[in-house]
């Protein structure tokens, strides 16, 4: 018997390394990709290995669509069949829109929105042939409200929530399942950029009263992604302390 296969992208670090190593808790063999941090990479790969399972990084560039489309070939021919995709790679360039250059719009958009295209293309087809599959896509709570300082990243992230309701119900018939997680403030390097004055008045802000973990996003996509979910395809769902009520 082999394990399911689960790939990750932007599994380096933050929500994506912990989703990584909670696929290989939950029994699969998990290829994570990055941008440049390899030695973060390779933390999590043998994180995946301690796990019993089997691991596989590469710096993959989530905005090229042919890279992406190689390295899932990679994935199959090295540790067989994916059945789990998890788009966690993305990226902030904040500045407010009337100060904003057209690179850091494309930027993020590309990465962002783009990247889980690519990511959505390399793995469907496949996943609609084998009639079965589950996608979970990395949205924020900054796509379903807007947030000033933030139209690029805010349009990348609602633009995902389009692409992934539109895909569930392609694909629904084919047994294949996409949903949308919504994190609000989680701890992570993205969110440790912030100014320690900024933080904290986020902070209060959330009816939790404190930041997510990393974590407590994992734990949500590993069951979005297993057969618990069977039933549910095309939601997005918060995971944000009550700061969306
Ligand atoms: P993070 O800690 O900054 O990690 C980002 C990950 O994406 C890293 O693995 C990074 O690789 C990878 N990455 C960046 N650019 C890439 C590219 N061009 N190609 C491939 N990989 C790339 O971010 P995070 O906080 O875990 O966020 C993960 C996802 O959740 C993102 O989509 C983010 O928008 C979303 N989210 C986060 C929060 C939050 O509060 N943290 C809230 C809402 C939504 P390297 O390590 O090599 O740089």
Redesign the pocket.
């Known amino acids: 018997m082999t394990n399911p296969v689960a790939l990750v992208?932007?599994?380096?670090?933050?929500?994506?390394?912990a989703v990584a190593l909670r696929l290989a808790a939950d029994g699969y063999d998990v290829a994570i990709?990055?941008?440049?941090?390899s030695e973060?990479?390779a933390k999590v790969v043998a994180g995946i290995e301690a796990a019993g399972r089997r691991g596989l990084a590469a710096a993959?560039?989530?905005?090229s669509v042919e890279d992406t489309r190689a390295f899932a070939d990679r994935v199959e021919q090295e540790l067989g069949p994916i059945e789990a995709l998890v788009c966690?790679?993305?990226?902030t360039r904040d500045k407010p829109l009337a100060l904003m250059a057209p690179e850091e719009w494309s930027q993020v958009i590309d990465?962002?929105l783009t990247?889980t295209f690519a990511a959505c293309r390399a793995v469907t087809y496949e996943f609609m042939k084998r009639q079965r599959g589950s996608i979970v896509l990395?949205?924020?709570?900054a796509g379903v409200y807007g947030n000033a300082g933030q139209a690029n990243y805010a349009a990348s992230?609602a633009g995902i929530i389009g692409l992934g309701r539109s895909l569930a119900k392609e694909v629904a018939r084919h047994g294949v399942r996409v949903n949308v997680v919504a994190?609000?403030?989680?701890e992570?390097?993205?969110?440790a950029a912030l100014p320690e004055k900024a933080r904290a008045k986020a902070a209060k802000t959330v009816p939790a009263n404190r930041f997510g973990s990393?974590q407590e996003v994992a734990d949500t996509i590993s069951f979005l992604v297993s057969d618990r979910a069977s039933y549910i395809t095309g939601q997005v769902l918060g995971v944000d302390g009550g700061l969306t009520l």
């Open positions: 992208t932007g599994g380096s670090r933050g929500i994506g390394a990709t990055y941008s440049s941090r973060e990479a993959v560039d989530a905005a966690s790679a993305g990226i990465v962002n990247g990395l949205s924020s709570v992230k994190p609000g403030f989680i992570t390097d993205m969110t990393a």
